[in-house]
């Protein structure tokens, strides 16, 4: 899942700002395929197209809040401050299929999950921008 500006952007709170819509998105795609991922990778292309990614392998999840810190830590280890960011992008790999993996999760984030499936079967019902994090609210 990426997402490129319409102009070049320089202000980290818009970076961060996309970050967290396009992990969220990703997160509900997966979900929505029953599928948890082990592996986040990061990528920023800067305004002369040169690609950064970074990739971070962690415990099987599926939740925001699973990931969240890890691609936030991922983007604030490569920001440069006064360059410009034409695109950011999050992927999954390690891909697993969720209703395996949870016969071996026995760390699993119960109540996380639980309002993650509320948060979808709304989002599944008046479509995805109804429920938003609130760094994304202005």
């Given at each position: ?6 102009e070049d952007v320089i202000e ?19 979900r929505r395929k029953n599928i ?63 209703l395996q993996s949870d016969l ?35």
């Amino acid at each position: 899942r990426e997402r490129t500006f319409k102009e070049d952007v320089i202000e980290y709170e818009v970076v961060h700002k996309s970050l967290v819509y396009v992990l969220e998105r990703a997160l509900y795609d997966m979900r929505r395929k029953n599928i948890k991922a082990r592996t986040v990778n990061l990528k920023l292309r800067y305004s002369d197209f040169k690609t950064v990614t970074r990739a971070k392998t962690i415990e099987i999840g599926d939740t925001f809040t699973h990931f969240y810190p890890i691609v936030k830590k991922l983007l604030d280890n490569i920001w440069q401050r006064n360059v410009r960011i034409r695109l950011i992008g999050i992927r999954f790999t390690s891909l697993s299929d969720s209703l395996q993996s949870d016969l071996f999760d026995f760390n699993c984030e119960q109540k996380r999950i639980k309002v993650d499936e509320k948060v979808d079967l709304i989002r599944n019902r008046y479509g995805f921008n109804i429920i938003k994090p609130a760094t994304l609210i202005e």
